[in-house]
């Protein structure tokens, strides 16, 4: 498989989008729904390295052999990435089959001390997963529940599932684990009145189609004193997305406020928001 690039063109994407018959930038994408996965076996276990960031160390399926692995089957999310060289295939491959920038911004984050206490006996909603690094980030700190959610269930079968395994060996993590494939708009639906304490998210805003469905999750799932944080670029060139725009649909929800808690103005410029849930003047 191509490098990843971060920039497609919806023309590239033609054999792979699962629209009706409108052509061009009018076609409507249909996004798979919300499903749980469950697993009757033993995840396989490709190669692994040590991925480091700061005091965190965490073991990590070797990438290249998982898009092997999910190449092997013809109609994968992987395949159809490769031949448009490129790792978004909308509404088809999300691009969570690697670790990206900001996953380690975040890891580097929590791994503070003041989160320490916090994510003792919490729940936690890894959202766009990928790797699913932050979540087992969390497991590996106390937390009660992760729920790890990826678009694409190859993603959460090859690569999500397998680096859980290799970092928590031996602990029982069945009863606190679930995973979540799909679209995040039906997702909110399937998880009804479910709440979180926590709520992470990493390179996730770069499509500004999605930022309904985002803030639909943020409102319903959060617990009252819960947090959310979401790692991202400033901007993401190419497809449109970033920090300040997704600042601006936020800004529109009454029940949720964002601050910018950490930024880096090397290379492409990379923040992370903590969103909480607005005191308003009736309290809610
Ligand atoms: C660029 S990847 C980032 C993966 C991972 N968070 C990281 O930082 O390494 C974006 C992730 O967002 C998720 N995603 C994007 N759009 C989605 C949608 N509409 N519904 C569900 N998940 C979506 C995919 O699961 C994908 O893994």
Not at 34 to 60: C, M, N, W
Not at 103 to 119: G, V
Not at 154 to 178: I, M, Q, S
Request: aromatic share 12%; proline share 2%.
């Amino acid at each position: 498989m191509s490098g990843f690039s971060f920039g497609f063109s919806t023309d590239d994407v033609e054999n792979f989008d699962k629209s009706d018959s409108t052509s061009g930038a009018n076609k409507q994408l249909q996004w798979f729904p919300a499903k749980e996965l469950t697993f009757d076996s033993d995840p396989l276990l490709p190669s692994s390295y040590l991925h480091s960031r700061g005091s965190v160390q965490l073991e990590i399926a070797n990438s290249e052999e998982v898009l092997k692995l999910v190449s092997e089957n013809e109609n994968s999310c992987a395949k159809a990435a490769d031949s448009v060289h490129s790792d978004l295939v909308p509404a088809f491959y999300e691009g969570g089959l690697k670790i990206w920038e900001c996953t380690d911004d975040l890891l580097d984050f929590i791994s503070r001390p003041i989160f320490k206490e916090k994510l003792q006996n919490s729940k936690v909603l890894d959202l766009g997963c990928g790797s699913g690094a932050i979540g087992i980030y969390c497991l590996l700190s106390g937390a009660s529940e992760v729920h790890f959610q990826d678009y694409n269930e190859e993603v959460l079968k090859f690569y999500t599932r397998p680096n859980v395994t290799l970092n928590l060996f031996g602990d029982n993590v069945t009863d606190k684990v679930k995973y979540f494939a799909g679209d995040w708009s039906s997702f909110a639906d399937l998880m009804k009145n479910y709440k979180y304490d926590f709520i992470f998210t990493s390179e996730t805003i770069y499509s500004q189609e999605c930022y309904p469905k985002l803030l639909k999750i943020f409102k319903n799932h959060l617990n009252d004193s819960g947090e959310i944080y979401l790692g991202a670029k400033t901007y993401y060139f190419g497809v449109g997305g970033g920090t300040r725009l997704f600042e601006s649909a936020l800004e529109k929800e009454a029940t949720l406020k964002s601050e910018q808690v950490w930024k880096c103005d090397e290379g492409l410029h990379r923040e992370i928001l903590r969103i909480t849930k607005a005191i308003t003047s009736l309290g809610s």
